[in-house]
Structure formats: C-alpha cells, structure tokens
C-alpha cells in the first residue's frame, strides 16, 4: 500500500472532518464515520495492491514468451493492468 496505516487513520479523520463541516453528513460519533471512511480507503488502496499482484501472475505465466518476442515487462505490465481494471471497473 502506498500509505501508512497511521496516514490512512489521519486522511480518514480529516476527510469526515471536513463532511461534516461542510454540512454534506451529520453524525454525533466522529470516530465511528471515520472508521468506516478508513475502511473505505483501505479497501479502495488495496485493490490496486491485488490487481498489481495479479498482473505480477499473469506475467510470470508468460515470462518465456515474452522474452522471445523482445516484449517489454513495463508496457506489458501496464497493458494487463488496464485490462484488469477494465474488468474489475475499479477506477485507480
């Protein structure tokens, strides 16, 4: 993940914070909503750590081919990706 679980804490904090300050919520429990915008982070994060492993895989898979045809991991690497998140709808 790109970010320290503490950062992530923060960004929550600051993030609901700033809801409720602009009126878009209203709650009486602070920490309970940015516990759930934590969560909502964390698992948004996390997903591009997975689809990244899951592009690691796939080209791990077609390590020998692609040493064959001179293909590049990097771009190959960010075609699949693009494909992946395609296929998840995920937006990163």
């Known amino acids: 993940m790109l ?3 503490e950062y992530m ?3 929550a904090q600051q993030i609901t914070k700033k809801l409720i300050a602009g009126e878009f919520i209203k709650t009486k429990s602070l920490p309970a909503v940015a516990e759930k915008v934590n969560a909502a982070l964390v698992e948004e ?3 591009a750590d ?8 796939i080209l791990e898979a077609y390590a020998d ?3 064959q045809s001179g293909a590049s991991y990097q771009e190959m690497f960010r075609k699949v990706k693009a494909e ?3 296929k998840y709808k995920a937006v990163l």
């Open 65 to 67: 081919e692609m040493n």
């Open 3 to 5: 970010f320290s679980k």
């Open 9 to 11: 804490g923060y960004l």
């Open 50 to 57: 997975r689809i990244n492993d899951e592009v690691r895989v």
């Open 84 to 86: 992946l998140v395609r």
């Open 45 to 47: 994060l996390s997903l």
